[in-house]
């Protein structure tokens, strides 16, 4: 493995549904995030976690968003009731926090369209 | 609290040309900054990061950027574009002593041949 990986890559629903997007970061890397990037912007953070601690979740944009790390390994971002505004691309990171400068990899993300 | 701005949301360069894209931070404390590049449909990539070392940092693909404390700045510049260069362009602050890190809004690059 050498590198962040996101599934699925594409996920089309209908407002109202719920989608739940999966995480796998690098396998030595202890912390991990997920941004969301709208068109024509940057990524904007949502929540962290450090192993399977969350410890920022409040930038997660409603109470529909939520995420979860259960072993410290890979994460699930979920959102219910999704709405036409949740269309985004979702972007998930990893790093190692070895106590120097936090280099985020990068995913190559999951594109939600809500329709 | 931490934020970037980019200015210019698309830049067009001939291709040789040089290539200077734009970040101004702003920081409550000593930021760790960062250039990243996306390319279409493809997740972020780091081109160079500054932590407190060096102010000219090099990166990848021939790219370098200036730490400017006095100008709050972090410009990305290339001496001579290539085509394979389009892209878009990220810069990103982090404080210091946490992960979180704020994005600018990103310079589309569109190289001229």
């Known amino acids: 493995d050498t590198g962040v990986s996101q599934d699925p890559r594409h996920k089309i629903t209908k407002r109202g549904q719920n989608v739940t997007f999966r995480c796998d970061p690098i396998?030595?890397?202890?912390?991990l995030y997920w941004y969301r990037q709208t068109l024509g912007q940057g990524p904007e953070f949502l929540t962290y976690f450090q192993n399977e601690a969350q410890l920022e979740k409040s930038r997660l944009l409603s109470d529909r968003f939520s995420a979860e790390r259960p072993k410290g390994s890979f994460s699930t971002l979920e959102i219910q009731r999704t709405e036409q505004g949740d269309s985004a691309m979702y972007l998930c990171?990893?790093?190692?926090?070895?106590?120097?400068?936090?280099?985020?990899?990068f995913g190559p993300g999951t594109r939600l369209t809500v329709l | 609290a931490q934020s970037v701005t980019q200015l210019g949301s698309h830049v067009s360069v001939s291709e040789g040309a040089l290539v200077l894209l734009r970040c101004n931070y702003s920081s409550s404390v000593p930021p760790y900054l960062f250039w990243y590049v996306q390319y279409p449909n493809q997740g972020l990539q780091l081109l160079l990061k500054?932590?407190?070392?060096?102010?000219l940092v090099k990166g990848i693909n021939g790219f370098e950027a200036e730490f400017k404390k006095s100008e709050t700045s972090f410009h990305l510049t290339k001496p001579s574009a290539h085509m394979s260069d389009a892209a878009e362009y990220f810069c990103a602050v982090s404080a210091a002593l946490r992960n979180q890190f704020y994005f600018g809004t990103g310079t589309s690059l569109t190289v001229i041949p």
């Open positions: 990171a990893s790093s190692l926090d070895s106590g120097g400068a936090y280099e985020q990899f």
């Open positions: 396998s030595e890397h202890n912390r």
């Open positions: 500054y932590t407190s070392a060096a102010t």
